[in-house]
């Protein structure tokens, strides 16, 4: 199974720690989304963005951490990209727009740097969290 990680999980140590058996598949661009904050990482459609993401290879024991990580069913949901590339959508009442604590952006970013994908993205949506608080 492929899993897109737009947030923490882009980060290697992390990802090493949660799900040892996860192979990166390397950085690229999801057309059509936009990365948000509401205090942790969610991402909205936007037809005039791209949303950064690592591709993993996971295996069913990562799943099952990653569920429990992501709060899953409850904080966040399962979703399929085309069918086959899973990615995790926050729930529900989704919330207002939050600024993300300084260590959770800084996994994030390292994510970023690891595999070579534009900040932009990243400081856009950081931006965009301080101006609505």
Same mark, same amino acid.
């Given at each position: 199974m492929y899993?897109?990680?737009y947030g923490m999980n882009m980060n290697r140590a992390a990802m090493r720690q949660r799900c040892p058996k996860a192979k990166p598949m390397g950085g690229f661009y999801?057309?059509?989304?936009r990365l948000i904050f509401r205090g942790?990482?969610?991402?909205?459609?936007?037809r005039d963005c791209m949303l950064p993401v690592v591709a993993w290879k996971i295996t069913h024991d990562c799943l099952?951490?990653?569920?429990?990580?992501? *709060? &899953?069913?409850?904080l966040y949901d399962r979703r399929f990209i085309n069918g086959e590339w899973l990615i995790y959508d926050m729930?529900?009442?989704?919330?207002?727009?939050?600024?993300p604590s300084a260590?959770?952006?800084?996994?994030?970013?390292? *994510? &970023?740097?690891?595999?070579g994908l534009d900040d932009y993205f990243l400081r856009s949506a950081l931006r965009d969290a301080e101006?609505?608080?």
């Open positions: 899993y897109l990680a999801l057309p059509n989304y942790v990482a969610d991402f909205r459609a936007d099952r951490a990653l569920d429990r990580l992501e *709060g &899953y069913p409850t729930n529900g009442n989704k919330g207002g727009i939050g600024r260590h959770y952006y800084e996994m994030i970013k390292d *994510g &970023y740097d690891a595999f101006l609505a608080a």
